[in-house]
């Protein structure tokens, strides 16, 4: 089964330019998480799509930022101007939809498959 | 959100036992403690969860303290290979929320040959 693939690897780009990043989940994952770390930080969440719905927006830092999930497969994320400080490694996850009511568990959660990442440097 | 503490950092020693401590004094009754960890130039990789009990799969094992203030990720022999970052993360149940993760610094496992 292919994991999660994030493209492209590497992207060098100037500031004030655009730069759109790329995610395939496991094919099956209704759930599609982006990440980021950036120099010297801890990862931080970005937000979460449920399908092609956004479930969460609550990490994106500002409106340069727009992430879509047309379709409910494959997601991108787009920098528009980008900024010296988005300078980092974008990670994007998937998981397999909850059904905690389907099984009857109050803790079930889901176990997060992460791609290799894309790292973005902004000059 | 509850919050874990964690060394910066710890060495071990190829084939030898690493006991990597998390501290959560604030942790809620129904939080899951989760590990993940980092390899160099790689995304997380989940490592194991737990409750209450202790947890054993074939990565690792989860030393849960009685009174869920802290937990043990246990690596019985440590390879060269799992050097990487480590991450303790308390998890609520799901209830419709999202369920992204919280990453802390972690502690960075040196593994010497």
């Known amino acids: 089964e292919a994991g999660v693939t994030q493209f492209p690897s590497h992207s060098v780009i100037e500031k004030g330019q655009t730069v759109t990043l790329r995610c395939d989940p496991i094919?099956?994952?209704?759930?599609l998480y982006w990440y980021r770390r950036v120099m010297g930080k801890e990862i931080k969440f970005l937000l979460h799509f449920v399908k092609e719905s956004k479930q969460d927006e609550s990490g994106m830092p500002n409106n340069r930022f727009l992430a879509e999930r047309t379709g409910g497969t494959y997601s991108t994320l787009k920098v528009q101007p980008a900024e010296l400080e988005d300078s980092g490694v974008y990670f994007c996850a998937s998981s397999q939809t909850w059904e905690a009511g389907r099984l009857g568990l109050a803790g079930i959660w889901d176990t997060q498959y992460f791609g290799p990442g894309t790292r973005l440097t902004v000059l | 959100d509850a919050k874990t503490t964690q060394p910066n950092s710890m060495e071990s020693n190829e084939e030898e036992p690493v006991h990597l401590p998390c501290n959560h004094s604030?942790?809620?009754?129904?939080?899951?403690i989760h590990w993940y960890r980092q390899l160099p130039s790689q995304g997380p990789e989940y490592v194991i969860h737990?409750?209450?009990s202790n947890v054993n799969n074939r990565m690792a094992s989860l030393a849960i303290a009685e009174d869920r203030k802290s937990s043990t990720l246990i690596l019985h022999r440590a390879t060269l290979r799992d050097a990487a970052v480590y991450y303790c993360i308390l998890r609520p149940p799901f209830s419709g929320n999202t369920g992204k993760l919280i990453f802390g610094q972690g502690t960075t496992l040196q593994v010497k040959p």
């Open positions: 604030t942790i809620s009754g129904t939080d899951y």
């Open positions: 737990g409750l209450t």
């Open positions: 094919s099956g994952h209704d759930n």
